[in-house]
Every structure is written in structure tokens, then in C-alpha cells.
Nanobody
Framework: QVQLQESGPGLVKPSQTLDLTCTVSGGTITTQFYAWTWIRQPPGKGLEWMGVIDYDGTTYYNESLTSRTSISRDASKNQFSLHVDSVTPDDTAVYYC??????????????WGQGAQVTVSS
């Protein structure tokens, strides 16, 4: 059974960068038909999809975040990472990494990390 675990700083100062890593076990991030995504939930708000990296390394981003966000991977460590530039207090949220199974038009979010609280504050 695949497991995902987020790691990174719990507190980031405004204007700095946020880097989070998701470590995957029980599955390989280069396996065909699987993609790996970052989603966040600000306090009192709904889930916001941030972006995804597919099994072949292709990335897609939420258009509202694309100028500040990038997702990368280290296949040798079976990890993928989120990078957010110039954070503001609006980036305060619980950040989740998740796995997506996709085949043709079928898409299923089938595994989630526990979530990592990130607070942006001076």
C-alpha cells in the first residue's frame, strides 16, 4: 500500500520561499498512469489544487499560482517537491501531497499524505 509523507518548515516568513517534500513509499513515482499532486487548504476554506507532476515528469499548474509555483521530483529518492516563491500570509494552509491514478478519462485520487501545516508570519 502506497504511503505519502509531507515534510518541510512549519513557519515561513513573508516574501521568503516555501519548500515542501513528499516522500513516497510502497510505490514508485515513475510508474505509468500515476501522477503526484499538491493540494492545500487555507484555514476556513476549501481545497485548492496547486499542481501535478506526471509519471513522465510533465508538470501542470493551477493558473492562479503558476508564476510562483513549481513542482519537481527526485526519482532516485522517490520524492517530489513543491516550491512556492514570495509567500504571503494568504499561503498559510495545510499542504497535502496525493497520488492520482489516471487512465484515459478516468481519474482517481487514491492516496493522500497526512498534511503539513505551514504558517506564513513574521
Amino acid at each position: 500500500q502506497v504511503q505519502l509523507q509531507e515534510s518541510g518548515p512549519g513557519l515561513v516568513k513573508p516574501s521568503q520561499t516555501l519548500d515542501l517534500t513528499c516522500t513516497v513509499s510502497g510505490g514508485t513515482i515513475t510508474t505509468q498512469f500515476y501522477a503526484w499532486t499538491w493540494i492545500r487548504q487555507p484555514p476556513g476554506k476549501g481545497l485548492e489544487w496547486m499542481g501535478v507532476i506526471d509519471y513522465d515528469g510533465t508538470t501542470y499548474y493551477n493558473e492562479s499560482l503558476t508564476s510562483r509555483t513549481s513542482i519537481s521530483r527526485d526519482a532516485s529518492k522517490n520524492q517530489f517537491s513543491l516550491h512556492v516563491d514570495s509567500v504571503t500570509p494568504d499561503d498559510t494552509a495545510v499542504y497535502y501531497c496525493a497520488r492520482i491514478f489516471h487512465y484515459s478519462a478516468y481519474v482517481r485520487y487514491d492516496s493522500w499524505g497526512q498534511g503539513a501545516q505551514v504558517t506564513v508570519s513574521s
